[in-house]
């Protein structure tokens, strides 16, 4: 039985696992924020960057991709997203609505009782920390902006990163100037 597993940040744009099929998916309640600090993939653990989790919110709609993993990749599949999702990620399934229908899908979220979701922050700090810090996986910057890039490829609005980003171009076109 093929198993679905939700992307609403990088696996929008860099899936890389071995999937037979995948389309816009829904997930009701729930929104993106930049709460979760990366100590790893976008920053080090002296400078965190910051990246994407969902969190709950009863009128949102967070809007991603969705990837059908046949039964004979899921076990490598399953243990690929749970090292690439690390740093205080948690394996969650949830029903996320594809096409006409509502079906179970594993998503990782990193939920704020994990000690690297940042409570509270204002946007300009996110900005700095998102334009200062860099990780194993390259600069924070290019993580948001390609996911912002991403989203809009995939025809995915997302009110939210859309001012981030915008805030985060400003920034960077101060600092060419």
Same mark, same amino acid.
Not at 74 to 99: C, H, K, M, N
Not at 126 to 144: C, K, M, T
């Given at each position: ?5 939700? /992307? ?6 860099? #899936?890389? &696992? ?6 816009? +998916?829904? !997930? ?58 690390? /740093? ?6 949830? #029903?996320? &609505? ?6 179970? +899908?594993? !998503? ?70």
């Amino acid at each position: 039985m093929p198993r679905w597993v939700f /992307g609403y940040g990088s696996l929008v744009w860099r #899936p890389e &696992f071995q999937y037979s099929y995948s389309e816009k +998916a829904t !997930l009701p309640g729930w929104r993106r924020s930049l709460n979760q600090a990366s100590p790893d993939h976008r920053g080090t653990p002296e400078y965190p960057g910051r990246v994407l989790t969902i969190v709950e919110s009863p009128d949102a709609v967070c809007i991603g991709r969705a990837f059908r993993v046949e039964d004979e990749h899921w076990d490598v599949v399953f243990a690929y997203l749970e090292e690439r999702e690390s /740093g205080g990620y948690t394996a969650t399934q949830l #029903p996320v &609505f594809i096409g006409q229908r509502f079906v179970p +899908a594993w !998503l990782w979220i990193a939920f704020p009782d994990n000690p690297n979701f940042i409570r509270e922050e204002s946007l300009e700090t996110s900005l700095e920390v998102i334009r200062r810090a860099q990780g194993a996986s390259g600069p924070n910057v290019d993580y948001v902006l390609n996911l912002c890039d991403a989203l809009q490829k995939s025809d995915i609005i997302d009110d939210y990163l859309i001012m981030v980003c915008r805030a985060l171009k400003e920034l960077l076109s101060k600092d060419e100037h």
